[in-house]
């Protein structure tokens, strides 16, 4: 489990830091922009890692079937964020989009890593 560990980790300071750098009065939007991709990332990386120890052919259709998955779930996630919870859209989008980016290149990397094993 370390990658959910190091992804958690990760995100959890850098949320903090970018809250005491632009304030609390984004805290909110920083803190709900983390939450999307990182819950994708680390079901994923749960799933993708208990698939490839069991069968590791099933990998493939796994990861597509998760990234349909994925395209409902951002849709529905970021309306409810800027619709249902009222954030603010720029300060949302811009911490949705670099933890997004970086989370997804985390898993990328962790999933380079289990290939090469």
Do not use: Q
Request: aromatic share 12%; charged share 10%.
């Amino acid at each position: 489990m370390t990658p959910v560990v190091t992804m958690t980790a990760l995100s959890a300071v850098s949320c903090a830091a970018a809250v005491a750098v632009f304030g609390t009065g984004v805290g909110v939007e920083i803190l709900f922009g983390m939450l999307g991709p990182l819950v994708a990332t680390t079901a994923t990386w749960v799933a993708a890692d208990r698939t490839y120890a069991r069968k590791p052919e099933r990998l493939t259709a796994l990861l597509i079937a998760a990234f349909g998955a994925k395209l409902v779930f951002f849709g529905a996630y970021v309306t409810l964020a800027i619709a249902g919870l009222k954030l603010r859209p720029v300060p949302f989008v811009v911490s949705f989009t670099c933890y997004f980016i970086g989370l997804y290149s985390i898993e990328a990397l962790w999933l380079r890593r289990l290939f090469a094993s």
